[in-house]
């Protein structure tokens, strides 16, 4: 069974720029989970889709935003790139809400120069 | 306060010997919790999940969890120089999966 898969694995952009990070859950999970993790500090929540619906938001600005396709996949967006942003972003999936187990994927590093 | 405090060590121990880590948390809503394991610029790896108070056993890895206390542990007995790694903690009410900060262990052979 496939795990978590996350594109791209690196991504290097310019300061101002988008980048579009992208998930896939595992066969059969509903919930994607997205976290930032910059180097060195722990994993800071960005956002829990559900169901195709954002169900929860962590403490960050709009410029942080993202979707659930109706295949479950996700994608995560970040407008107006800042040097600090640079992180690994990681994305995990589960099966029924925030109540079994979730699964990570390897990540998507950022790079922002 | 945050919601889930753990103490990021680091934690260098000889192998052969038995890792405790733990952590503890504020939230009495939290009801599953889970260990993550994180190699160096890797995804977290699961390692344990459980949803009740007590022991919860799976190779060399132990899992104990107290609500009442709201302090949960994972230890690792007969460590091996491949159990170096970032340890996570991590727990959900029905809103968020809320993680610690992660104990740095290594072992040293």
């Known amino acids: 069974e496939a795990g978590v898969t996350q594109s791209p694995t690196h991504l290097i952009k310019t300061r101002g720029q988008q980048a579009t990070l992208r998930c896939s859950p595992i066969?059969?999970?509903?919930?994607v989970y997205w976290y930032q993790q910059a180097l060195g500090l722990g994993l800071q929540f960005l956002l829990w889709y559900d169901e195709g619906e954002e169900r929860n938001r962590g403490n960050f600005p709009p410029r942080f935003s993202g979707r659930q396709f109706p295949n479950y996949s996700s994608e995560l967006n970040v407008n107006a790139l800042e040097l600090e942003d640079s992180a690994l972003y990681l994305c995990a999936s589960s099966a029924d809400r925030v109540r079994t187990e979730a699964f990570f994927g390897q990540g998507t590093r950022l790079t922002v120069v | 306060q945050k919601e889930v405090e753990q103490d990021p060590g680091p934690l260098s121990v000889p192998e052969g010997a038995i890792v405790s880590l733990n952590c503890t948390y504020s939230n009495s809503a939290f009801q599953y919790f889970m260990w993550y394991r994180q190699y160096s610029r890797k995804g977290p790896e699961l390692l344990m999940y459980?949803?009740?108070?007590g022991n919860k056993e799976d190779g060399r890895f132990t899992a104990q969890v107290d609500k009442s206390s709201k302090y949960i542990s994972l230890f690792i007995r007969d460590s091996q120089p491949s159990d170096s790694a970032t340890y996570l903690c991590a727990m959900t009410d029905d809103y968020k999966l809320s993680f610690g900060a992660g104990t740095t262990v290594t072992v040293r052979a």
């Open positions: 066969s059969g999970h509903t919930s």
């Open positions: 459980t949803y009740s108070s």
